[in-house]
């Protein structure tokens, strides 16, 4: 049943659903909090994101808001380091608790929310995962993480963000390399739908190298591919900048250099 929620219970949740201790040796414990995000419009989120992160990245974003916005975050307290006591469940469950308020007053402000910081502690580790899953060519595996992390940044940042659109494309290159991989065709309608609306002149480096790999995706689901071919030629008669050879995933790791 679809659930109506309240006022309160309006536009992005954040909740700590759970919390366990990592399975290392005693003297590299930490804990580790499963952090659930929502958006709600009227009705619940059916299909809440999820992913786990602990003191330390939640610590690396409050000061790195706390050093760019010190005025917003003037009211807002972390919880402190402690020598003793980490696995403490009263202490885990407080943690837990001051994690959420930080969060909720991250999300109230525009400016820290979609901040260079929001991003960073939204996409890592997974990112980076993803990342060397590419290196190695598994192109697969990384496909995979990064459905899950456009997601969450989908729920978090507006359609056509540099975060959104950035993930976006890395799907749609691994999807190129096993286009044949199940909705390849779809996330690269909805990449060509996304850039159609970008005046962003950085994020527009990106639109030859998209439509090189769309072509490729479309040409290996027998799809006609003279509305792509006719785009890329009428880009490169207008004078954007074609670099011979360059993926997509190597055009987004160099726009990406610029932002974080």
């Known amino acids: 049943m ?12 954040f909740e700590i659903i759970s919390a366990r201790i990592s399975e290392l040796p005693d003297d590299k414990k930490y804990v580790i909090y499963t952090l659930q995000v929502r958006y709600i419009s009227g009705t619940d989120d059916l299909t809440p994101s999820v992913i786990e992160r602990r003191y330390t990245q939640f610590q690396n974003l409050y000061n790195s808001l706390k050093k760019d916005y010190p005025a917003s975050l003037a009211d807002v307290l972390f919880p402190k380091k402690v020598l003793t006591g980490n696995f403490d469940n ?37 990112l980076s995962e993803a990342n060397q899953l590419c290196d190695k060519k598994e192109f697969a595996g990384a496909l995979e993480i990064l459905q899950n992390v456009f997601k969450l940044l989908n729920k978090v940042f507006s359609d056509r963000s540099h975060a959104v659109l950035l993930t976006l494309c890395r799907i749609v290159a691994c999807c190129s390399e096993c286009p044949n991989a199940e909705q ?25 190298p998209l439509l090189y790999a769309c072509i490729k995706i479309y040409e290996a689901n027998k799809k006609d ?36």
């Open 2 to 13: 679809t659930q109506i929620l309240n006022a309160d219970k309006q536009g992005l949740v």
């Open 90 to 126: 009263e202490l885990i469950s407080t943690r837990s608790t001051a994690f959420e308020t930080v969060l909720k007053h991250i999300s109230s402000e525009s400016k820290l929310s979609t901040s260079k910081a929001m991003q960073v502690f939204l996409q890592e580790p997974e």
């Open 184 to 208: 390849s065709l779809k996330w690269a309608d909805l990449a060509l739908y996304r850039f159609d609306g970008v005046s962003d002149s950085d994020l527009l480096e990106l639109y030859l």
């Open 225 to 260: 591919t003279e509305r792509l071919s006719t785009q890329l030629d009428n880009f490169r008669r207008q004078g954007m900048k074609d670099i011979a050879g360059r993926s997509l995933l190597v055009a987004v790791n160099e726009l990406e250099a610029k932002f974080l």
